[in-house]
């Protein structure tokens, strides 16, 4: 048997150009634009690459992109109302809270507090799964 080389890089292109179409498909028979929301707190390196990788991504795509930078004094209040207030927005069809969250921040009341239908990481299924 012969192996046969796969090329991650490829196959992420194809993937990426299947969703391009999709979402066209989507704007043209429903006027419907996929959301992304992005939130971060502070200002750590690392998350501020992902968070701008994703946020390249979704617009390379053609979705709706929100990008949320908030201070890391932020309190677990206001958190919790920005993740309502988008829970509740029709644009917005995926939440992703970058983590590591600040130690004041209690991160399982944040990602419990994410409509399951909205959670971009599946986080609270995946814990309550195993």
Request: hydrophobic share 35%.
């Amino acid at each position: 048997m012969t192996a046969k080389l796969i090329s991650g890089t490829e196959i992420a292109k194809q993937i990426r150009e299947e969703i391009k179409q999709e979402v066209l498909h989507l704007k043209a028979k429903y006027n419907l634009v996929p959301g992304l929301a992005t939130i971060l707190l502070g200002s750590d390196p690392g998350s501020l690459s992902y968070i701008s990788g994703k946020e390249k991504t979704a617009h390379e795509l053609g979705f709706y992109s929100m990008r949320i930078d908030l201070p890391e004094s932020t309190s677990q209040k206001d958190l919790l109302a920005i993740v309502d207030k988008l829970n509740k927005d029709p644009k917005i069809h995926g939440i992703l809270v970058q983590e590591p969250l600040p130690k004041h921040i209690n991160a399982n009341e944040i990602n419990y507090a994410i409509d399951p239908n909205k959670d971009v990481d599946v986080l609270i299924r995946s814990m309550s799964d195993g």
